[in-house]
T-cell receptor, first 111, second 114 residues
Framework: GIQVEQSPPDLILQEGANSTLRCNFS?????LQWFHQNPWGQLINLFY???GTKQNGRLSATTVATERYSLLYISSSQTTDSGVYFC?????????????FGQGTILTVHP | KAGVTQTPRYLIKTRGQQVTLSCSPI?????VSWYQQTPGQGLQFLFE???????NKGNFPGRFSGRQFSNSRSEMNVSTLELGDSALYLC?????????????FGPGTRLTVT
């Protein structure tokens, strides 16, 4: 099956710093999503970005599908950004509804 | 639009029992996927239903089953519970058929097996 690798596994920042999270995947995809998992376990949609670049406030994401990677940028980080960030992909073809998740990046932002 | 809802939110069961979890998708979404999250294995795909048909299944034993109703609501059932089934179970819905495969997740059901 498709492999998804996220880096770094852990990231510790001071409030106000910028960061870049990376997601590498091993095959072509028709879906790539970034999520933030809140302390209660819910996955919050950040971006649906199978290709291209999107921005939402202090967050932006870029997916280079031909090179099989995606980047999530967080600028001017806040303590509320702390948590686990997941990248997940879905292959085309018969991978109906199957998202394959990376192991996540645990982000800690200190005041 | 209301989001994806899951019931119950928390559940404690004993080894050997069975459990049924419910998921109501976003209105208009016909695809529902289920995932299991554990500290050791991370987030793993269980199965996906579309228009009452299971189209895809992950690598889980037959004790894990599901179904989808005509209103797109879905249930998953785990029979003969084992301690290792303790996990957060998440469901997600998507409006496939529109060319957009984005999945939206519910708050999850946290199952503890004792």
């Amino acid at each position: 099956g498709i492999q998804v690798e996220q880096s770094p596994p852990d990231l510790i920042l001071q409030e106000g710093a910028n960061s870049t999270l990376r997601c590498n995947f091993s095959d072509s995809v028709n879906n790539l999503q970034w999520f933030h998992q809140n302390p209660w376990g819910q996955l919050i949609n950040l971006f649906y970005i199978p290709s291209g670049t999107k921005q939402n406030g202090r967050l932006s994401a870029t997916t280079v599908a031909t090179e099989r990677y995606s980047l999530l940028y967080i600028s001017s980080s806040q303590t509320t950004d702390s948590g686990v960030y997941f990248c997940a992909v879905e292959r085309g073809g018969t991978s109906y509804g199957k998202l394959t998740f990376g192991q996540g990046t645990i982000l800690t932002v200190h005041p | 639009k209301a989001g994806v809802t899951q019931t119950p939110r928390y559940l404690i069961k004993t080894r050997g029992q069975q459990v049924t979890l419910s998921c109501s998708p976003i209105s208009g979404h016909r695809s529902v996927s289920w995932y299991q999250q554990t500290p050791g294995q991370g987030l793993q795909f269980l199965f996906e239903y579309f228009s009452e048909t299971q189209r895809n299944k992950g690598n889980f034993p037959g004790r894990f089953s599901g179904r989808q109703f005509s209103n797109s609501r879905s249930e998953m059932n785990v029979s003969t519970l084992e301690l290792g089934d303790s996990a957060l179970y998440l469901c997600a819905s998507s409006g496939v058929g529109t060319g957009n495969y984005e999945q939206y997740f519910g708050p999850g059901t946290r199952l503890t097996v004792t």
